[in-house]
């Protein structure tokens, strides 16, 4: 019999490859959208039929520009949360993976570990903080096997066409300008961060309660990403510079220290160059 495995925000970018890859390896994807954890009735019938054994959260609202408002930031990433887990008690898990964000951490002077305070400021970055500590007491009061992951800057193919990557492929394929601000990150292909929710569900219980990063501990500054995008794709950007951070950049520091996810034997199969490489496959194809 194929392992049940419910994922939230099934549509979303991380999802579908989750989706994807669970398929691959023999299970049975179980999605749920993420309106649906508004409604504790629709939880609560999805758990009782299905039953999955594992459970992924990816769903949320507020890790894009134009998700402003601050309610519904509120309800999808604390309220949606609570009504999720308060559902999947009933029926039983094997393992629960509750998705945080670096955003979390807020601005910092070094690589970002796990056993670090939150330093957010953002609205988004809060109710992520808040979510955290919830699954936490959750596992420690509770005795369950969930764990919660920190994605931090995961691309690949079907991101979001507005995103910082698919923005610079489709301005080098096109010629259209780039507008070039200065940043780091820590960037991730999509396959390496799946890989990595999976292993951290196959020891949920030895992790109960603790943060995994699932980072590639590499930071990258933009001009290095758009280095990387004009090898990939034989051309040559028309960039025009601004000194302007977006409100989510940082120039200091913005990269993982992954040594517990890399403990559980994780090692990712693309660096920058090889996932951006994919990635311009990906949109020529569907151009």
Not at 124 to 144: E, I
Not at 240 to 254: A, G, I, N, S
Not at 259 to 272: A, E, I, S
């Amino acid at each position: 019999m194929k392992e049940k495995c419910l994922i939230t925000g099934s549509c979303g970018f991380i999802g579908s490859h989750l989706i994807q890859r669970l398929t691959e390896r023999g299970c049975k994807p179980v999605p749920l959208a993420r309106e649906a954890l508004s409604s504790m009735d629709v939880l609560k019938k999805t758990l009782r039929e299905e039953r999955p054994e594992i459970i992924f959260h990816l769903a949320a609202y507020g890790n894009h520009y134009q998700q402003t408002d601050v309610g519904e930031i509120f309800r999808a990433n604390l309220v949606g949360t609570f009504n999720l887990l308060e559902a999947a008690m009933e029926t039983g898990f094997r393992a629960f993976v509750n998705t945080g964000s670096s955003s979390e951490y807020g601005k910092q002077m070094r690589p970002m570990a796990e056993d670090m305070l939150p330093e957010t400021d953002t609205f988004y970055g809060a109710t992520k903080v808040g979510a955290t500590f919830l699954v936490r007491a959750f596992a420690r009061q509770l005795g369950l096997p969930i764990v919660t992951v920190r994605p931090f800057s995961v691309y690949g193919p079907r991101e979001a066409a507005n995103r910082f990557i698919p923005t610079a492929i489709r301005c080098a394929l096109s010629g259209e300008e780039l507008t070039l601000a200065p940043g780091v990150h820590d960037w991730i292909f999509v396959d390496d961060f799946v890989d990595g929710m999976i292993l951290v569900s196959e020891s949920a219980a030895s992790l109960s309660g603790e943060v995994v990063n699932i980072g590639s501990g590499v930071q990258y500054t933009n001009e290095e990403v758009v280095r990387a995008i004009e090898q990939a794709t034989g051309k040559v950007l028309n960039i025009k510079t601004t000194d302007r951070l977006r409100v989510y950049d940082t120039e200091t520091m913005w990269v993982a220290d992954n040594k517990v996810l890399c403990g559980l034997g994780w090692q990712p199969r693309y660096d920058l160059l090889e996932g951006i490489k994919k990635t311009v496959d990906a949109i020529r194809a569907d151009s």
